[in-house]
């Protein structure tokens, strides 16, 4: 039998029976699916109006979780929260108000462009208002979730939830599959609210639901979406072609090609383009760099894009058609996983400009091109040459160092210092090559790098050529630190701020939101294992990522994996009663080694079912256990809200030490979260605060 204090804190507020849908199971369903929707739809739908929080996106996920996990722990508080609709409209309103364009000054962070000298001050404030409002917004829309989850027996309620949560995965997966728009988004949305309220709240509600639609409506106008991106095109400067905007900012113009950059034809300038037979171009994007080859007469182009929708927008607007060009075949895929994926050898391999401005997913601070521009991509290039190619690199890198980084990058893998043309203009472009064609460069252009005497650096023409030094160059972007844009490892002083912001929030939301007995019962045994949790899924999606390519599909479908890694999680921990929790620990410390030691780069099996097989038990072995060790003490907790609760804000705090991979690399982040799983197997062998085991019939 219960204590008096332990009875007091076990009578969560009801389940409303005021709401058209009553049944709680139907009920947990819904909210779930809705809370994890619109999750979704912040991480996607803010940065493509915000584009300085596009590099931040991370912090939009630690801010649901922590919206969410407050929203469960209040729901022991009798008080009035603004409604859902309000929030949701102020959060839209901000977003509107909002659509300013950040350039950073400081060189330490993942933001392409940081640095520049045309950058403007950096806003501070833009990104923790931004977490405040998440935060904040998340916290009403979670907070029935508490009442709902203790309603029923623990497993069979958080059996309901991760379905909820795949459903809303999966719809927000067909919408960027049929690049839907945001009013899409926002219009089921607003259905899962209204199947969720009474008649009294959906009229409170209605007023600022309608504002939210029409400022959607309004954003979206003249705009078109890709799975990563919002796109908007506009008549280009010079010529016939387009600009096509991106996420507010210029990335790509497609028109005639004489109006393009002299970089992009550099490589033609010295070599005979009919020597180059097959060609392979990463990050092909609207055409240019295609229709640039083509009219310097190479034989055929094989050209990746990741992005379907900038693909269709070159096929349709670029005036030079190359890609209607018999000569080209297009694919739709991740330029590294392409190349893993083929057995061709290619006379050229161009990396064409692949600068994203994304994050490949929220749950890591990777970048859509992340993976293509370490040393290990340049390894992959080098080995699908023929024995007469070369490897091309060309860009608007911008910052002197950045291109004495990649120069060391491929004299670390070609044993030879590249040939490197360098730019005036905007920024500091240059374009480098390396390969066995490099030998052939006429006698005259077989000399060191050198700036050339009286150079204009306010036109985009070459400004220095020449065989490049590498001395003291910056550490290089691997796979297993795979950060080009860092000149060293470094933990920036504004993702520290933002971060000391976000803890401080969690920290007093926590000491406001639950009462002072049920504080006493906040259960850091559940804290750990969602903060050592979160690491694990983020190495996950990490390596398949590096494996099978950075795209939203693979992202989408590694999470849906790990979600159905869950239930049949909860399925063994309902059928098996494991007496002995220390076995578990150990078999998730065991498995957590081995994926510490064993590289994910040793896993290129060059047979793809094998590939993933092998990778998926590599990856889901220890996710799965995890999930076991979860499922166990979530059956046993006490309070079912409280214990919930605990394990989401672990799962935001594990979350922030995800950014540790910017000093110590990815495969680091095992070791923390082997760390993490021990200290919660410590604190799981105690009776912490008093707890009194409740009985096995509340259980199950």
Same mark, same amino acid.
């Given at each position: 039998?219960?204590?008096?204090?332990?009875?007091?804190?076990?009578?969560?507020?009801?389940?409303?029976?005021?709401?058209?849908?009553?049944?709680?199971?139907?009920?947990?369903?819904?909210?779930?699916?809705?809370?994890?929707?619109?999750?979704?739809?912040?991480?996607?739908?803010?940065?493509?109006?915000?584009?300085?929080?596009?590099?931040?996106?991370?912090?939009?996920?630690?801010?649901?979780?922590?919206?969410?996990?407050?929203?469960?722990?209040?729901?022991?508080?009798?008080?009035?929260?603004?409604?859902?609709?309000?929030?949701?409209?102020?959060?839209?309103?901000?977003?509107?108000?909002?659509?300013?364009?950040?350039?950073?000054?400081?060189?330490?962070?993942?933001?392409?462009?940081?640095?520049?000298?045309?950058?403007?001050?950096?806003?501070?404030?833009?990104?923790?208002?931004?977490?405040?409002?998440?935060?904040?917004?998340?916290?009403?829309?979670?907070?029935?979730?508490?009442?709902?989850?203790?309603?029923?027996?623990?497993?069979?309620?958080?059996?309901?939830?991760?379905?909820?949560?795949?459903?809303?995965?999966?719809?927000?997966?067909?919408?960027?599959?049929?690049?839907?728009?945001?009013?899409?988004?926002?219009?089921?949305?607003?259905?899962?609210?209204?199947?969720?309220?009474?008649?009294?709240?959906?009229?409170?509600?209605?007023?600022?639901?309608?504002?939210?639609?029409?400022?959607?409506?309004?954003?979206?106008?003249?705009?078109?979406?890709?799975?990563?991106?919002?796109?908007?095109?506009?008549?280009?400067?010079?010529?016939?072609?387009?600009?096509?905007?991106?996420?507010?900012?210029?990335?790509?113009?497609?028109?005639?090609?004489?109006?393009?950059?002299?970089?992009?034809?550099?490589?033609?300038?010295?070599?005979?383009?009919?020597?180059?037979?097959?060609?392979?171009?990463?990050?092909?994007?609207?055409?240019?760099?295609?229709?640039?080859?083509?009219?310097?007469?190479?034989?055929?182009?094989?050209?990746?894009?990741?992005?379907?929708?900038?693909?269709?927008?070159?096929?349709?607007?670029?005036?030079?058609?190359?890609? !209607? +060009? &018999?000569? =080209?075949? #297009? $694919?739709?895929?991740? *330029? %590294? /996983?392409?190349?893993?994926?083929?057995?061709?050898?290619?006379?050229?391999?161009?990396?064409?400009?692949?600068?994203?401005?994304?994050?490949?997913?929220?749950?890591?601070?990777?970048?859509?091109?992340?993976?293509?521009?370490?040393?290990?991509?340049?390894?992959?290039?080098?080995?699908?040459?023929?024995?007469?190619?070369?490897?091309?690199?060309?860009?608007?890198?911008?910052?002197?160092?950045?291109?004495?980084?990649?120069?060391?990058?491929?004299?670390?893998?070609?044993? !030879? +210092? &590249?040939? =490197?043309? #360098? $730019?005036?203009?905007? *920024? %500091? /472009?240059?374009?480098?090559?390396?390969?066995?064609?490099?030998?052939?460069?006429?006698?005259?252009?077989?000399?060191?790098?050198?700036?050339?005497?009286?150079?204009?650096?306010?036109?985009?023409?070459?400004?220095?050529?020449?065989?490049?030094?590498?001395?003291?160059?910056?550490?290089?972007?691997?796979?297993?630190?795979?950060?080009?844009?860092?000149?060293?490892?470094?933990?920036?002083?504004?993702?520290?701020?933002?971060?000391?912001?976000?803890?401080?929030?969690?920290?007093?939301?926590?000491?406001?939101?639950?009462?002072?007995?049920?504080? %006493?019962?906040?259960?850091?045994?559940?804290?750990?294992?969602?903060?050592?949790?979160?690491?694990?899924?983020?190495?996950?999606?990490?390596?398949?990522?590096?494996?099978?390519?950075?795209?939203?599909?693979?992202?989408?479908?590694?999470?849906?994996?790990?979600?159905?890694?869950?239930?049949?999680?909860?399925?063994?921990?309902?059928?098996?009663?494991?007496?002995?929790?220390?076995?578990?620990?150990?078999?998730?410390?065991?498995?957590?080694?081995?994926?510490?030691?064993?590289?994910?780069?040793?896993?290129?099996?060059?047979?793809?079912?094998?590939?993933?097989?092998?990778?998926?038990?590599?990856?889901?072995?220890?996710?799965?256990?995890?999930?076991?060790?979860?499922?166990?003490?979530?059956?046993?907790?006490?309070?079912?809200?409280?214990?919930?609760?605990?394990?989401?804000?672990?799962?935001?705090?594990?979350?922030?030490?995800?950014?540790?991979?910017?000093?110590?690399?990815?495969?680091?982040?095992?070791?923390?979260?082997?760390?993490?799983?021990?200290?919660?197997?410590?604190?799981?062998?105690?009776?912490?605060?008093?707890?009194?085991?409740?009985?096995?019939?509340?259980?199950?």
């Amino acid at each position: 039998m219960l204590t008096t204090e332990a009875t007091a804190i076990e009578a969560p507020p009801v389940v409303p029976s005021h709401n058209f849908i009553t049944d709680v199971r139907t009920r947990l369903f819904l909210t779930s699916f809705t809370v994890l929707f619109f999750e979704l739809i912040c991480i996607r739908w803010i940065p493509a109006y915000i584009r300085y929080i596009g590099y931040f996106s991370n912090f939009i996920l630690l801010s649901a979780f922590l919206g969410i996990g407050l929203g469960i722990l209040i729901s022991r508080r009798s008080w009035r929260l603004p409604p859902f609709p309000l929030m949701l409209a102020f959060l839209v309103i901000y977003v509107w108000r909002n659509k300013i364009e950040v350039r950073l000054n400081s060189t330490d962070v993942l933001y392409y462009g940081a640095g520049e000298s045309i950058a403007k001050s950096e806003h501070y404030l833009v990104l923790p208002i931004v977490i405040l409002l998440v935060t904040i917004t998340m916290v009403p829309l979670a907070r029935p979730l508490g009442p709902l989850l203790n309603a029923l027996p623990r497993l069979q309620a958080y059996t309901i939830d991760i379905i909820g949560s795949m459903a809303g995965t999966a719809m927000f997966f067909a919408f960027a599959w049929f690049s839907a728009p945001p009013i899409v988004w926002f219009g089921a949305l607003t259905l899962l609210l209204i199947s969720l309220a009474g008649p009294r709240t959906i009229m409170l509600g209605a007023l600022p639901i309608l504002a939210t639609l029409i400022i959607v409506v309004h954003l979206q106008s003249n705009t078109q979406w890709s799975p990563y991106y919002k796109l908007t095109v506009e008549p280009a400067a010079e010529g016939t072609g387009v600009i096509i905007n991106v996420n507010n900012s210029g990335q790509q113009t497609a028109t005639e090609i004489e109006y393009k950059e002299s970089f992009y034809r550099r490589v033609y300038e010295l070599f005979p383009a009919q020597e180059f037979e097959n060609t392979l171009i990463l990050g092909a994007g609207s055409g240019s760099d295609t229709a640039v080859a083509l009219d310097y007469g190479v034989p055929h182009i094989d050209a990746v894009e990741i992005d379907p929708k900038i693909l269709d927008l070159g096929k349709r607007l670029n005036p030079e058609h190359p890609y !209607q +060009d &018999p000569r =080209v075949t #297009t $694919y739709v895929n991740d *330029g %590294r /996983a392409f190349m893993r994926n083929t057995d061709k050898r290619y006379d050229l391999i161009s990396f064409a400009l692949p600068d994203s401005l994304t994050l490949t997913s929220g749950f890591s601070n990777l970048r859509l091109e992340s993976f293509l521009l370490t040393k290990e991509a340049i390894e992959d290039a080098r080995d699908h040459l023929t024995d007469d190619g070369m490897v091309l690199l060309y860009n608007y890198y911008r910052e002197p160092w950045l291109v004495d980084k990649i120069a060391a990058m491929m004299k670390d893998v070609f044993g !030879q +210092d &590249p040939y =490197v043309s #360098t $730019y005036g203009g905007w *920024g %500091r /472009a240059a374009v480098l090559m390396a390969g066995p064609k490099v030998a052939e460069l006429p006698a005259a252009l077989n000399k060191p790098y050198a700036e050339l005497a009286g150079r204009d650096e306010t036109r985009v023409d070459v400004i220095g050529e020449g065989f490049y030094p590498t001395v003291d160059a910056p550490r290089p972007a691997t796979d297993n630190w795979p950060f080009l844009y860092l000149k060293t490892p470094v933990f920036p002083k504004i993702y520290v701020g933002s971060l000391l912001l976000l803890a401080g929030i969690a920290l007093i939301g926590v000491l406001i939101a639950m009462p002072r007995k049920a504080l %006493r019962r906040f259960d850091l045994h559940m804290f750990f294992l969602g903060a050592a949790f979160i690491l694990l899924e983020t190495k996950s999606i990490v390596a398949f990522g590096l494996l099978f390519g950075s795209t939203w599909m693979v992202n989408s479908l590694v999470f849906f994996a790990i979600l159905t890694s869950v239930l049949v999680a909860i399925l063994v921990s309902s059928r098996l009663q494991i007496r002995r929790p220390g076995i578990l620990y150990a078999l998730l410390a065991i498995t957590l080694i081995v994926n510490f030691i064993v590289r994910p780069e040793r896993l290129l099996f060059d047979t793809p079912i094998l590939r993933y097989v092998v990778a998926a038990v590599m990856a889901f072995t220890p996710v799965f256990i995890a999930n076991v060790v979860f499922a166990r003490s979530f059956r046993d907790s006490e309070t079912a809200d409280i214990a919930f609760g605990s394990n989401l804000l672990g799962i935001m705090a594990g979350g922030t030490l995800e950014y540790f991979a910017l000093l110590l690399g990815y495969r680091a982040l095992l070791l923390i979260a082997l760390g993490l799983y021990m200290f919660a197997a410590l604190l799981g062998r105690y009776t912490p605060f008093g707890r009194v085991p409740i009985t096995p019939s509340n259980s199950s």
